[in-house]
């Protein structure tokens, strides 16, 4: 087993939802095991001088869409230029993924973790 801590994914939100990180598919060299990842660590960051809305953010299995059963932040508000961490958790399989989206273009997101082969 290989782990390997690193920026999982980082994006400048928009209205439309995105893909911030999805979990890669195992290298051939590791087919018998499938790559998992825990995102530890969310940064989220509002760059304006005013209030911003994050609209949300959803841990997506494989196969799935973004939708209700899986949204695990929806219609946050961030104040002026307000930085937050949020310690998390979360585990991810192959093809896994965390989708996100914002009402405006002004807040990017940043996903620490771990992908273990």
């Known amino acids: 087993m290989s782990e390997r801590f690193k920026v999982l994914g980082q994006a400048h939100l928009s209205v439309l939802p995105a893909v911030i990180y999805k979990v890669p598919e195992t290298p051939v060299t ?5 790559t998992q990842a825990i995102v530890k660590v969310m940064n989220i960051c509002n760059q304006t001088g005013s209030s911003s809305i994050i609209k949300e953010i959803n841990v997506v299995k494989n196969g799935e ?3 209700d059963k899986n949204r695990i ?3 946050y508000t961030f104040t002026a230029n307000e930085t ?6 979360f585990t991810l399989e192959e093809g896994d993924s965390i989708i996100a989206s914002s009402l405006s273009g002004t807040i ?4 620490f973790g771990v992908e273990i082969y």
């Open 30 to 34: 590791q087919n018998s095991r499938k």
């Open 65 to 67: 869409n973004a939708s």
């Open 73 to 75: 932040v929806y219609f």
């Open 84 to 89: 937050k961490t949020f310690p998390c958790g």
């Open 108 to 111: 990017s997101i940043s996903l």
